[in-house]
């Protein structure tokens, strides 16, 4: 101790000596294990940063003695949940969708999968919430209209081999033909205000009664008498609420006119069987299944 | 510059030993009481049974974490209904501001854990190593058989009391009979055990060698206190105007001039914080009342009034200072301050009471699927889709119907799996999902317009009692 205590006189507490300008530092001592408690943490520091890895490195960092690293966790715990999930996997591959009942596990299991699936490969073209594009023909997958079909066959089908892709023999096809190479754009135009009539929209009675006598030369061979469609053929109804490119009198004339061809990948050669059984069961019971 | 000592003081100072003499008194009689219920509150209450039915715990208290539900008697908190326990805490806030600016440290005198098992741990210091002179001795002596004896003894009984008080803590997450059996069979899962080698660390320590150090470096509330206190607050206190000059010898010269202090230090032996009292009010004091005791002892045995060191304000020490009486008691504890937290405290009280009255045993959400808001289906009708979660909070396994009101004609579709149309069942205790569809026909008026209100409603298909709620229909407009 020191033989001459600076004591302060406001609080009676002993000063460090040390003073700037008038003001003193008093001296409230801190307890000792409080020091040791710091030295610990500070050693306790360190030798994390031995232990785990730490120090920055130009190219990497250390990896630490432990030889910790959260990617390889990441892929660990990822196996053990395939490891878990083996026999339920194994199971939804071999099912027939058909006859795999709704409570089943594996059903279960399909759906949650299948909404990952859908979220990693289609929500790019059919939209995060499977309603589609219609500006850019993208089928809205939640309502009742299916140009293929709707049932979980239909779709399982529609996702393995695709449509009007050059990559699977087997993919869905059909195509209409560019009108405007074959009627005047009178015709079509008349053709159009006859559509419009069969979905009851507005449209000019005159001119649609013209245009069912070339709806009936050219277009109900697919379509069907009434524009019904036909499923076999992905021919569109065109008689309901639901267009896949849009409804209105200027996009039916450019439908007509130009037609269209949208294509969708063979699935079938880059998900698992797996993937593709989950993904329709998601789509099947998103609202629209049949 | 002024001149520095010759040697600069020390800036960290080991922990000066503090060897609290026994005292009686009704403070020390008190604290035996609050000390004896606050441990068998503590170290009982898992081991009250509860009957709730065959679906649900029968413990009284139990905080189900995996389960995430919190079981008081017949209280069963959801986490949904978590408010409950903020309320709560915003209640033990408040009383604790409430005791705290009416009666001082009183939580820290009489309640906080840290004072009742340092308490315990005194006790156990004293059966085994005898009372404060017997323990300075022994501090001081040399080490020997008979030292390492006495302390080995008293550490393991140390360490008894806090693996139970460790092991206690554990038994309000689980089935205590059940863990009980485990722990012993060594079944138990792992965070059990480390739990109670934890808690077992800390009381140990925090108990037997950091006592006072939690209070004054590591607890905040010592320092937040004083933000309670005013003049009126009644706290542990020296009548300065009575004891003072202070002196022992009492047949010496002068001794007339002498205040009622007659420097026994008895005050001083008895605090567990070691401090001295009668250096007037110091954030080191718990005013744990042990010094009024031990004063009002020597001053019943030289004849002096007791009170020397009392419960006092600080407005009565000065009004007795200049002779006049001090206020009474209700008026220093009735003051606008304390009115206050009391209001408070009791508005939050009644309101949690009301709410957990009102409570339904059915509780339901609705999100509406916003992606996309609607889907226009061939017949030109446009369906919403909800998701809907019922929650039964019940020990029974319950059928609902689902239904709509609407000023408009909207129709209702609940996904089910395969039972009656629009009925579903949810497992008891259980929270259950359900998929709505909700679907204008085009010549519904909601159809085309852009938000219709709706109400869902569930009704218990066996008790008809019902719950709602209410959500948007987004259509075409």
């Given at each position: 101790?020191?033989?001459?205590?600076?004591?302060?006189?406001?609080?009676?507490?002993?000063?460090?000596?040390?003073?700037?300008?008038?003001?003193?530092?008093?001296?409230n001592?801190?307890?000792?294990?409080?020091?040791w408690?710091?030295?610990?943490?500070?050693?306790?520091?360190?030798?994390?940063?031995?232990?785990?890895?730490?120090?920055?490195?130009?190219?990497?960092?250390?990896?630490?003695?432990?030889?910790?690293?959260t990617r390889?966790?990441?892929?660990?715990?990822?196996a053990?949940?395939?490891?878990?999930?083996?026999?339920?996997?194994?199971?939804?591959?071999?099912?027939?969708?058909?006859?795999?009942?709704?409570?089943?596990p594996a059903?279960?299991?399909?759906v949650?999968?299948?909404?990952?699936?859908f979220l990693a490969h289609?929500?790019?073209?059919?939209?995060s919430?499977?309603?589609?594009?219609?500006a850019?023909?993208?089928?809205?997958?939640?309502?009742?209209?299916?140009?293929?079909?709707?049932?979980?066959?239909?779709?399982?089908?529609?996702v393995?081999?695709?449509?009007?892709?050059?990559?699977?023999?087997?993919a869905?096809w059909s195509e209409?033909?560019?009108?405007?190479?074959?009627?005047s754009?009178?015709?079509?135009?008349?053709?159009?205000?006859?559509?419009?009539?069969l979905?009851?929209?507005?449209?000019?009675?005159?001119m649609?009664?013209?245009?069912?006598?070339?709806?009936?030369e050219?277009?109900?061979?697919?379509?069907g008498?009434?524009?019904?469609?036909?499923?076999?053929?992905?021919?569109?109804?065109l008689n309901?609420a639901?267009?896949l490119?849009?409804?209105?009198?200027?996009?039916?004339?450019e439908t007509?006119?130009?037609s269209?061809?949208?294509?969708m990948?063979?699935w079938?050669?880059?998900?698992?069987?797996?993937?593709?059984?989950?993904v329709?069961?998601?789509?099947?019971?998103?609202?629209?299944?049949? | 510059?002024?001149?520095?000592?010759?040697?600069?003081p020390?800036?960290?100072?080991?922990?000066?030993p503090?060897?609290?003499?026994?005292?009686?008194?009704?403070?020390?009689?008190?604290?035996?009481?609050?000390?004896?219920?606050?441990?068998?509150?503590?170290y009982?209450?898992?081991?009250?049974?509860?009957?709730?039915?065959?679906?649900l715990?029968d413990?009284?208290?139990l905080?189900?974490?995996?389960?995430?539900?919190?079981y008081?008697?017949w209280?069963?908190?959801w986490?949904?209904?978590?408010?409950?326990?903020?309320?709560?805490?915003?209640?033990?806030?408040?009383?604790?501001?409430?005791?705290?600016?009416a009666l001082?440290?009183?939580?820290c005198?009489?309640?906080?854990?840290q004072?009742?098992?340092?308490?315990?741990?005194i006790?156990?210091?004293?059966?085994?190593?005898?009372?404060?002179?017997?323990?300075?001795?022994l501090?001081?002596a040399?080490?020997s058989l008979?030292?390492?004896?006495?302390?080995?003894?008293?550490?393991?009984?140390?360490?008894?009391?806090?693996?139970?008080?460790?092991?206690?803590?554990?038994f309000?997450?689980?089935d205590?009979?059940?863990?009980?059996?485990?722990?012993?069979s060594?079944?138990?899962?792992?965070?059990?055990?480390?739990?109670?080698?934890?808690?077992?660390?800390t009381?140990?320590?925090?108990?037997?060698?950091?006592?006072?150090?939690?209070?004054?470096?590591?607890?905040?509330?010592?320092?937040?206190?004083a933000?309670?206190?005013?003049?009126?607050?009644?706290?542990?206190?020296?009548r300065?105007?009575?004891?003072?000059?202070?002196g022992?010898?009492?047949?010496?010269?002068?001794?007339?001039?002498?205040?009622?202090?007659?420097d026994?230090?008895?005050?001083?032996?008895?605090c567990?914080?070691?401090?001295?009292?009668r250096?007037?009010q110091?954030?080191?004091?718990?005013?744990?009342a042990?010094?009024?005791?031990?004063?009002?002892?020597?001053?019943?045995?030289?004849?002096?009034p007791?009170?020397?060191?009392?419960?006092?304000a600080?407005?009565?020490?000065?009004?007795?200072?200049?002779g006049?009486?001090?206020?009474p008691?209700?008026?220093?504890v009735?003051?606008?301050?304390?009115?206050l937290?009391?209001?408070?405290w009791?508005?939050?009280?009644?309101?949690?009471?009301y709410a957990?009255?009102?409570?339904s045993d059915?509780d339901?959400?609705?999100?509406?699927?916003?992606n996309?808001?609607?889907?226009?289906?061939?017949?030109?009708?446009?369906?919403?889709?909800y998701?809907?979660?019922?929650?039964?909070?019940?020990?029974?396994?319950r059928?609902?119907?689902?239904?709509?009101?609407?000023?408009?004609?909207?129709?209702?579709?609940?996904?089910?799996?395969g039972q009656?149309?629009?009925?579903?069942?949810?497992?008891?205790n259980?929270?259950?999902?359900?998929?709505?569809?909700?679907i204008?026909?085009?010549?519904?008026?909601?159809?085309?317009?852009?938000?219709?209100?709706?109400?869902?409603?569930?009704?218990?298909?066996?008790?008809?009692?019902?719950?709602?709620v209410?959500t948007i229909?987004?259509?075409?407009g």
């Amino acid at each position: 101790m020191a033989d001459k205590q600076d004591i302060d006189d406001v609080t009676g507490t002993d000063t460090t000596g040390h003073e700037w300008d008038g003001i003193k530092e008093l001296n409230n001592p801190l307890p000792r294990w409080w020091l040791w408690t710091f030295y610990g943490t500070v050693v306790w520091g360190l030798a994390y940063t031995i232990a785990y890895p730490a120090w920055p490195l130009i190219n990497s960092a250390t990896t630490g003695v432990l030889g910790y690293s959260t990617r390889a966790e990441v892929a660990e715990r990822i196996a053990e949940v395939n490891a878990q999930n083996a026999e339920l996997t194994e199971r939804l591959a071999s099912a027939d969708l058909a006859t795999l009942a709704p409570d089943d596990p594996a059903h279960r299991f399909g759906v949650a999968g299948g909404a990952s699936v859908f979220l990693a490969h289609c929500s790019q073209c059919h939209g995060s919430g499977a309603a589609g594009v219609q500006a850019a023909g993208y089928p809205n997958l939640l309502d009742d209209a299916w140009l293929w079909g709707g049932t979980l066959e239909d779709i399982e089908y529609t996702v393995r081999h695709g449509i009007r892709n050059e990559t699977d023999p087997d993919a869905r096809w059909s195509e209409m033909p560019a009108f405007g190479d074959i009627m005047s754009d009178e015709e079509i135009d008349q053709t159009v205000e006859y559509v419009l009539s069969l979905s009851g929209q507005d449209h000019d009675a005159a001119m649609a009664e013209q245009g069912m006598v070339w709806f009936q030369e050219q277009c109900t061979a697919c379509h069907g008498d009434n524009g019904e469609g036909i499923r076999e053929l992905g021919a569109p109804t065109l008689n309901d609420a639901i267009w896949l490119y849009g409804g209105d009198r200027e996009t039916l004339i450019e439908t007509v006119t130009y037609s269209r061809f949208g294509v969708m990948p063979a699935w079938g050669q880059r998900l698992d069987e797996e993937e593709i059984k989950a993904v329709t069961l998601y789509l099947h019971q998103l609202g629209g299944g049949e | 510059m002024t001149q520095s000592p010759a040697s600069p003081p020390p800036l960290y100072v080991p922990r000066e030993p503090i060897f609290p003499r026994r005292v009686r008194g009704k403070f020390r009689t008190l604290k035996w009481w609050i000390m004896g219920v606050t441990l068998a509150i503590y170290y009982l209450t898992p081991w009250i049974r509860w009957d709730r039915g065959p679906n649900l715990p029968d413990q009284a208290v139990l905080v189900d974490l995996a389960g995430r539900r919190f079981y008081f008697l017949w209280i069963e908190i959801w986490p949904h209904e978590f408010y409950f326990v903020a309320g709560l805490l915003i209640m033990a806030g408040l009383g604790l501001f409430l005791f705290t600016s009416a009666l001082g440290r009183v939580w820290c005198g009489y309640t906080c854990p840290q004072t009742v098992w340092t308490d315990l741990f005194i006790l156990v210091e004293r059966w085994i190593e005898g009372d404060r002179n017997a323990r300075v001795r022994l501090w001081n002596a040399d080490w020997s058989l008979n030292k390492v004896r006495l302390r080995l003894t008293k550490w393991a009984v140390w360490f008894l009391i806090a693996m139970a008080t460790g092991g206690a803590w554990v038994f309000y997450f689980a089935d205590a009979p059940t863990l009980a059996r485990d722990l012993l069979s060594f079944g138990a899962p792992l965070v059990a055990y480390s739990t109670i080698l934890i808690l077992t660390a800390t009381t140990f320590v925090f108990g037997g060698f950091m006592r006072e150090q939690v209070c004054n470096y590591m607890c905040p509330w010592p320092r937040i206190q004083a933000a309670m206190m005013d003049n009126d607050t009644l706290t542990v206190a020296y009548r300065h105007w009575r004891g003072e000059p202070r002196g022992k010898h009492r047949k010496a010269k002068g001794a007339d001039q002498l205040g009622d202090c007659v420097d026994c230090m008895a005050c001083v032996n008895v605090c567990p914080a070691g401090i001295d009292i009668r250096d007037g009010q110091q954030m080191e004091c718990i005013t744990c009342a042990l010094c009024i005791d031990a004063c009002d002892e020597v001053m019943e045995r030289i004849g002096k009034p007791r009170g020397l060191i009392d419960y006092l304000a600080l407005s009565d020490e000065k009004a007795e200072t200049k002779g006049a009486k001090p206020r009474p008691i209700w008026r220093h504890v009735l003051r606008p301050r304390t009115i206050l937290y009391t209001a408070m405290w009791s508005l939050i009280g009644v309101a949690l009471v009301y709410a957990l009255f009102i409570r339904s045993d059915i509780d339901l959400t609705i999100e509406p699927v916003r992606n996309p808001q609607f889907v226009t289906l061939s017949d030109g009708a446009v369906r919403n889709t909800y998701t809907l979660r019922i929650r039964n909070l019940t020990a029974e396994d319950r059928t609902f119907r689902v239904m709509l009101t609407s000023e408009d004609i909207l129709r209702i579709d609940v996904e089910t799996d395969g039972q009656s149309p629009n009925h579903v069942t949810v497992p008891a205790n259980e929270t259950m999902q359900a998929r709505v569809y909700v679907i204008a026909r085009p010549q519904d008026a909601a159809a085309d317009r852009e938000i219709t209100d709706l109400r869902l409603w569930v009704e218990d298909v066996e008790t008809d009692d019902r719950a709602g709620v209410t959500t948007i229909f987004n259509g075409k407009g």
